[in-house]
């Protein structure tokens, strides 16, 4: 009986704490650091020139593009998350022949 005071208080606390981080403003920002900015060519495929990945797609006849992606459907508390995605075309047809699974991109914290 003991056991779940103890385990009601510190769920207690621990949402007590996350709303807080969330409304009270500049909190987070404060102590967790702020989040570096955006990639400029969001939601834009860039072709590969420089990885080793891209050189070797190109002995294959594909070139490689890559994005960054800002998946609205998904999000923990209504912030959207960021997937980065990588497909190769083909040089001669200019159709997409293959594409990697996507994975998920993870913005740095900046503190101040």
Known sequence: MYY????IAIG??????VVVMMEVPGLAKERLGEL????????EWVIDRDSDESKAALARG???????WQDPSRGFL????LRAQVRYRNLKTDEID???PDRPYRRRRIKS
């Open 12 to 17: 207690a606390v621990v949402i007590y704490g």
């Open 4 to 7: 779940a005071f103890i385990f």
């Open 62 to 68: 594909l070139q490689r593009e890559t994005r960054i």
């Open 36 to 43: 570096e900015p955006l990639p400029g060519n969001l939601n």
């Open 98 to 100: 293959e594409s990697e």
């Open 78 to 81: 209504g912030k959207e998350r």
